[in-house]
């Protein structure tokens, strides 16, 4: 069965990818010039790389882990030590680190935060724990029910120091949604808890050893193309086209540089781009269906992404950083942590600045200058002084709409991957399923939109087999 696919991020690449498995031939239609959606990258004049955002991969992303697995290449990921390392703001220079030890979960993670000592007090620990309780214990209901509220709602709920929550929850709400613990929805944060509770390697963390372009993207779509898909970057959706009554007839794909537009057609027709594009394009006779309605109760958070080059080295850590800054969320020096990257005498930081509403619209020269004034209290040692260190170049990269904006109440709004349309599909982390907008969402979508695709090809053969052997219907009256 030939699939048509628009967009080439991971939701897309990973449901092409699935499809053929299964025996189909996929066409993914990406609109840019380069593949990755959310995750993509891009070289400079230099020859160095700078992405959409800085991926880190964790011990709890299964679907992601297999699929790298079933590509051969899962030694592309670069484990780091088993700890979560934290800022202190009010010590420039020093760092806080929940180290795990290898011991069955979640026995392991508790031991990790039971013996840090500079962040929490036995008293706040305690409480932590007790808090979360309810959360490990009664299951993913009970989590699903949450989303009423704000992660900062249900902490104080469950009587969580308010310490607790600037010490290690706005951290991790913006490292994990780009947005504060007063905004995101406490479904998100205790699904990815559970998570890292539950599994042994769940909150363990990996880099790729180089850009996520060439290194998982391409290989995908080596994979599907050897199975006799195809993949067309260039080819952006203008128009869904409708048959007369109400499914895809066609993707009409806009022509670039003079070119006509083409209508393009196959059996089954897949949405992988993110919700804020879909809801632009969707048909209007579509737009009047409770099912595409209730889209408009999801949008995309903006982000911004920095990528900073030094004369120096700034710090020697290959991990994640947690900022503990107002203005940024996560960091690592990518010459450490990413083999491809890697520079012995200079620092390549690639940093997130979160929550970004309020910075998208200002210039890189003003993102880049503020981001300079956090790095100050962050590597005292190489800022002050007579000879301060260099910013040799840097990147600043805006995406206005990325993953969906985790706010209370959003799950509700979030759509199953299979449409009222008979032939047509969603695919994308911000449909419906267990992990949050991230990766490993995108990843699992697109698995199951592939699956919701094969089955609903073997239940209409199967009907049909039926037809066919059905023995006629005998006349009564002339029997």
């Known amino acids: 069965m030939r699939v048509a696919i628009a967009g080439a991020g991971l939701a897309g690449l990973s449901c092409a990818k699935y499809l053929t498995d299964a025996g189909h031939t996929p066409i993914v239609l990406e609109s840019r010039d380069v593949l990755g959606g959310l995750v993509a990258a891009w070289k400079d004049s230099d020859g160095d790389w700078y992405e959409t955002g800085l991926h880190a991969f964790f011990g709890a992303y299964p679907n992601m882990l297999q699929l790298l697995k079933e590509l051969g290449i899962e030694d592309r990921l670069q484990w780091k030590q088993h700890t979560l390392i934290f800022n202190q703001p009010d010590k420039p220079g020093t760092l806080s680190r929940f180290d795990v030890p290898d011991i069955p979960s979640p026995f392991n993670v508790i031991a990790s935060i039971l013996r840090n000592k500079d962040m929490l007090t036995w008293e706040q620990k305690i ?38 929550t600037s010490d290690v929850f706005i951290a991790a709400c913006k490292a994990l949604t780009f947005i504060n613990p007063d905004e995101v929805s406490a479904t998100i944060l205790l699904t990815a808890l559970n998570r890292f509770l539950q599994e042994r390697y769940g909150s363990k963390i990996a880099f790729l050893d180089g850009s996520p372009t060439e290194r998982l993207c391409s290989p995908i779509v080596d994979y599907i193309t050897e ?37 393009f057609t196959a059996d089954v027709y897949v949405s992988a781009i993110s919700v804020d594009p879909l809801k632009v394009i969707l048909p209007k006779p579509w737009k009047q269906m409770e099912f595409f309605k209730k889209l408009e109760g999801l949008e995309g958070v903006p982000v911004i992404n920095l990528h900073l080059w030094f004369d120096r080295k700034l710090t020697e850590i290959d991990h994640l950083l ?9 960091y690592a020096d990518m010459s450490n942590t990413c083999r491809e990257y890697a520079n012995p005498n200079r620092s390549m930081l690639e940093l997130v600045l979160a929550p ?13 200058a503020a981001t300079i004034a956090e790095l100050e209290k962050l590597f005292p040692d190489h800022f002050g002084g007579d000879n301060p260190a260099t910013l040799l170049k840097s990147h600043v990269v805006k995406t206005p709409r990325s993953v969906y904006k985790a706010t209370p109440g959003r799950q509700q709004y979030r759509p199953a991957q299979v449409t ?13 399923q267990r992990y949050l907008g991230s990766m ?40």
């Open 420 to 432: 009222p349309i008979a032939n047509f599909y969603l695919a994308g982390s911000y449909t419906m």
């Open 227 to 263: 199975r006799g898909g195809e993949v067309r970057l260039n080819a952006p959706l203008k128009e869904i086209l409708l048959n007369t009554d109400g499914t895809v007839k066609g993707y009409l794909i806009r022509g670039l540089n003079g070119a006509e537009d083409e209508v």
């Open 356 to 368: 970004a509403k309020d910075w998208i619209a200002k210039s890189d020269e003003e993102i880049v």
């Open 322 to 330: 947690f900022s503990r800054s107002p203005l940024l969320s996560v």
């Open 127 to 164: 409480r932590f724990a007790v808090g979360l309780l309810p959360a490990v214990v009664r299951g993913q209901k009970y989590v699903e029910d949450m989303d009423k509220y704000s992660f900062l709602e249900w902490l104080k709920r469950q009587g969580v120091d308010e310490r607790v």
């Open 440 to 479: 490993e969402g995108a990843v699992l979508s697109g698995k199951l939109t592939a699956q919701a695709i094969s089955e609903a090809l073997l239940v209409a053969n199967s009907s049909n087999l039926q037809t066919l052997t059905r023995p006629p219907a005998t006349n009564a009256a002339t029997a």
